[in-house]
Each structure stands twice: as structure tokens, then as C-alpha cells.
């Protein structure tokens, strides 16, 4: 299993063969679009924005798409109309030592031009503070906002995102002991068979509330939707964090939120 099959995370094995992503002498030499799509899925809005015809997908509609980078003017259309956030332009000579990247954005509030953001690659680990140097919002884009970056030059095939703020900090002995100890093997949430060095590793990889460790790990998505672990995980993250047990925002329920028979529910008495 590959880490996209495993984590959604592309690495630098499934990169090189993507046939979306141009050459390093393109990058080096203009804007260009790297098209960061690696499942053949039926999918191809990004053909269709183009007005310089510069990927190609053709048929079947599954086929990875190709860019001819020679076309390219990286006008960004198709960064806003690929619906798997999988495009970005990629400038690398913005100045002598930064380059910029425009990149697909869907949460508000929207950043404004000027503002520092801190860069984070693929994987959201942060890399470097920055300036947006444009946001970009039009009907046609529907409601993706581009965002453009300056960046460190080395960096533009690294940054892939963005928070608004620093990722809140985190106890770092308490996460050097937790990492370090042997009994971290024990199972949290029984229903997933998440073990708390899973949730330690989420928690050092940047996430930072329960929802967040839930979605990394599947930590509270089982049977009993985390009425057994939910306040296991809280109580760690607010150990990591060195915050308080009511600091903890509490992960996101689904109803029910007690179990109930099902009769309650299917009951067929009129007066039911
Ligand atoms: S950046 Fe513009 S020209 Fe380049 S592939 Fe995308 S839509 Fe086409
Ligand atoms: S629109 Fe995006 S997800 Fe769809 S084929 Fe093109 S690059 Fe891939
Ligand atoms: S123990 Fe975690 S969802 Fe049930």
C-alpha cells in the first residue's frame, strides 16, 4: 500500500510519475501549472478550463491528465475549477530569492493580500511565514478563492498549504516522553483499535482538536461513536497541550447522543 492508499498523501515516488507535474527546467523558468492528480478517476474540468488547451485528458475520461507545459501560461483558470484541490501554479522566479505559489483555498475567513500565513507542505507540516501576495475570488471560481504566496524560492514544490495562524504549540516533554514510552501500545478506542502512540503521532503531526485527531486516526468513529474514548483523547490532547480538561473543545456528536432501543424509534403504536 502506497502512502496516497494509506494516508491521501502524495510522495516523492508517486510524484515523479505523475504526468500532471512538468519538468524541473519548466519550473525553473516560468509560471506553470503542476497538476497534482494521481487517482484515474472520471474527472476532467480541468481539460475544459483551459483556454490554452495545455492538458490533455482525452478518453477514456479516467486517464491521468498531461500538461503541455510549453502552452501553459499559468493563467491559474484551471487551479480554481479542479474540484480535487489538486492544482497549483508554481512561479520560481518571483524575485532573486522568492518564488510564489497560487493554490486552491475553501475556508473562511479568507486571508487578506499582505497578511502573514505560515507555509506548510503536503503533509501540513509548517515550513516558513509568508506573505499573500493576491487572493483571488470571482462566480466563475464558484466558491474556491486563489491565494498566491510568496515563498522561499527552494520551496516551491513544497508548499501545498497554509494556516492563518502558528499551529498552537504543544507540551514538547510531555510528547518526547509519551513518544519515548514503551506502554504507548495501549488501545484507546477499542471500536477503531486506535492505540494512544496513534494519537500522540496525530497529535505531533499538527492536529490539534479531537475532531481533528478523529479524522487523522478514526479515533471515536466506531460503534459507540466515542462514548468510550472520547474523553481518553481529550484528556491526552490536553496533556500534549499543557491546557486544561475544559480547554478541550469536545470532538463533534452524532445523534443519538444516548443509545437508545430502536423500538423507541420504530415503534408502530398510534399514540407513540
Ligand atoms: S495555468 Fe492556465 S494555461 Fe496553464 S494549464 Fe492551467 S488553465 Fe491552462
Ligand atoms: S480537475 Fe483536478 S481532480 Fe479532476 S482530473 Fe483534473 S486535476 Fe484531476
Ligand atoms: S471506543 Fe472509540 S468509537 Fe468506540
Do not use: W
Request: aromatic share 4%.
Amino acid at each position: 500500500m502506497n502512502s496516497l492508499e494509506k494516508y491521501g498523501l502524495l510522495d516523492d515516488e508517486i510524484l515523479k510519475n505523475i504526468p500532471g507535474i512538468p519538468s524541473r527546467s519548466v519550473i525553473s523558468s516560468k509560471p506553470v501549472a503542476v497538476l497534482e492528480c494521481a487517482q484515474e478517476i472520471p474527472c476532467n474540468p480541468c481539460e475544459l478550463s483551459c483556454p490554452q488547451s495545455a492538458i490533455k485528458i482525452g478518453k477514456p475520461i479516467t486517464n491521468l491528465p498531461v500538461i503541455d507545459s510549453a502552452k501553459c501560461t499559468g493563467c491559474a483558470a484551471c487551479v480554481a475549477a479542479c474540484p480535487g484541490l489538486a492544482i497549483f501554479v508554481v512561479n520560481q522566479n518571483y524575485s532573486t530569492t522568492t518564488g510564489t505559489v497560487t493554490l486552491p483555498y475553501e475556508l473562511l475567513p479568507l486571508p487578506e493580500k499582505g497578511q502573514k500565513v505560515v507555509a506548510c507542505n503536503r503533509e501540513g507540516i509548517p515550513l516558513s511565514h509568508v506573505d499573500v501576495i493576491r487572493v483571488q475570488t470571482s462566480k466563475s471560481y464558484d466558491r474556491t478563492a486563489l491565494v498566491t504566496l510568496e515563498i522561499p524560492k527552494e520551496l516551491v514544490m513544497d508548499v501545498r498549504g497554509f494556516y492563518l495562524k502558528d499551529p498552537k504549540p504543544v507540551n514538547l516533554q510531555y510528547m518526547k516522553n509519551e513518544m519515548e514510552d514503551s506502554q504507548n501500545d495501549v488501545v484507546i478506542c477499542r471500536c477503531q483499535e486506535v492505540t494512544k502512540r496513534d494519537i500522540i503521532t496525530a497529535i505531533e503531526e499538527g492536529c490539534r482538536t479531537v475532531n481533528e485527531i478523529k479524522r487523522a486516526t478514526r479515533v471515536g468513529m466506531g460503534l459507540c461513536q466515542g462514548r468510550t474514548c472520547g474523553r481518553m483523547v481529550s484528556r491526552i490532547l490536553a496533556e500534549a497541550m499543557g491546557i486544561g480538561l475544559a480547554e478541550v473543545k469536545p470532538a463533534t456528536f452524532r445523534v443519538p447522543v444516548r443509545i437508545i432501543p430502536l423500538a423507541t424509534l420504530g415503534s408502530s403504536k398510534k399514540d407513540d
